[in-house]
């Protein structure tokens, strides 16, 4: 669910609004959003493999993921990055999940925009936007098209992230099945960088 301006948006619009975000400071700021819009929202402060959203179906889910551990919003153990510290354990674990889980919750023709961009970190090129696409038919989707989301223009050049289209054509498919694990978590990333659960 990010910062709650994709909530903000959806509740203006008159829309129902469905949320999950694992970061620590986000139940609150959450809580704040739903008062003051007194909107259809229900949020849930937990990791989205974990999250259990019964019967919904949506008409479109909107979200962007974390680019592996890319993007640190948290060192908290309930992070994507710091549960599946390689990027083919983070792909297995979460992104698989986070698409499957997303697929069977869509209605019928329903469409998933994901916006997903190639990164570099260690110098290391981590491939998101072909990654998630090959996982994203794997599971059922339909790709439609790429739109370019504009971040800004630098100097003189142009500054965008691609947004893939997904659609839903029907059909379920087989969520994985990921064992949480419990106590004390300790993970290198890249052998530079160390978290546990104290910090």
């Known amino acids: 669910a990010g910062y709650g301006g994709r909530a903000v948006v959806a509740l203006a619009a008159g829309r129902k609004y469905v949320g999950v975000d694992p970061h620590p400071n986000a139940e609150e700021a959450f809580s704040a959003l739903k008062e003051c819009t007194a909107g259809d929202l229900t949020f849930y402060n937990l990791p989205f493999e974990e999250v259990q959203l019964g019967s919904l179906r949506a008409d479109l889910i909107l979200t962007s ?61 981590i491939p998101l936007v072909q990654t998630s696409l090959d996982v994203a038919q794997s599971v059922g989707f339909v790709h439609e098209q790429t739109l370019g989301m504009l971040l800004g223009s630098f100097g003189r050049r142009r500054k965008e992230e691609p947004v893939l289209v997904l659609r839903k054509n029907g059909g379920e498919c087989v969520v994985p099945f990921i064992p949480v694990l419990k106590g004390p978590l300790r993970r290198e990333v890249y052998s530079s960088t160390t978290v546990s659960e104290e910090e």
């Open 65 to 125: 993921p974390p680019y592996f551990s890319v993007e640190r919003y948290s060192n908290n153990p309930t992070q994507s990055w710091v549960r599946y510290p390689t990027f083919d354990l983070w792909v297995d674990r979460f992104l698989k999940v986070l698409l499957s889980k997303s697929f069977n919750h869509l209605k019928d023709g329903g469409v998933m925009l994901l916006n997903v961009s190639d990164s570099y970190l260690n110098k290391m090129l």
